[in-house]
């Protein structure tokens, strides 16, 4: 069965930490992947895509990495913000699910001043 | 500053009521996408068009659940009967085949 899997479900850090979420998927044969962010009661915003030909993807603080053969993908955020308190979602889609993305559960991320 | 739109952005009906919601992908997308959000099942894909034709709505309870795409520029879900356990927010977003999405700001329905 093809999921996605984020660990940890939280994270509490202090203001101006570096900090790394982690993305596990089951299935390499994927087309492309994508972190988002979701705030409490809004919708997704899309913050990185990596494509499976690349092995990152860089956008401000954001560093997002991609190892197909192991099924893992990191997003890396630099000098954390209060601001950056959020939900972290990461998202698959495999090769044979055509367009649909899969989603993991979620790591919910609290940034304290 | 091109975005997905949806509406309404809260419905709350009873059991039994036709609920319709709307989406407007951004111009220029071929693909539109539908999905639900709960607590207990995270983020679930409903169904999704490309250039306005279904492609995939395994996920859509066939029986009361409908999805239509009447032009390029709308998207509707319909839900007929509503039920108690179709309480959610559903999100709309669009995309370029199997390029990043976009996602509106959803809709929140709640059936009671």
């Known amino acids: 069965k093809q999921e996605v899997t984020q660990i940890p479900a939280a994270l509490s850090v202090p203001e101006g930490e570096n900090l790394v979420l982690n993305c596990s998927f089951t299935d390499s044969a994927i087309y492309n992947l994508q972190w988002f962010r979701q705030d409490p009661g809004k919708g997704l915003t899309s913050l990185l895509l990596?494509?499976?030909?690349?092995r990152e993807q860089t956008s401000g603080r954001l560093n997002a990495s991609l190892d197909k053969s192991s099924g893992r993908s990191t997003l890396y955020i630099a000098a954390s913000q209060p601001g950056d308190s959020a939900t972290y979602l990461c998202?698959?889609?495999?090769?044979?699910?055509?367009?649909?993305?899969?989603f993991g559960e979620g790591t919910q991320l609290t940034v304290n001043p | 500053d091109a975005r997905v739109t949806q509406t309404p952005r809260d419905k709350v009906t009873e059991m039994g009521q036709e609920v319709t919601m709307r989406c407007q992908p951004i111009l220029g997308h071929n693909t539109v996408f539908w999905y639900r959000q709960t607590m207990m099942q995270g983020l679930e894909l409903l169904a999704y068009f490309r250039n306005r034709a279904p492609l995939d709505d395994s996920g859509m309870p066939k029986d009361r659940f409908s999805a239509e795409m009447p032009d390029a520029t709308l998207a509707t879900l319909k839900i007929q009967p509503s039920e108690p356990r179709d309480s959610a927010v559903y999100f709309c977003?669009?995309?370029?085949?199997?390029?990043?999405?976009?996602f509106g700001p959803g809709t929140r329905l709640t059936v009671l």
């Open positions: 990596i494509q499976s030909s690349q």
């Open positions: 998202a698959v889609i495999w090769e044979t699910s055509g367009s649909r993305l899969t």
């Open positions: 977003a669009s995309g370029l085949a199997h390029w990043e999405q976009f």
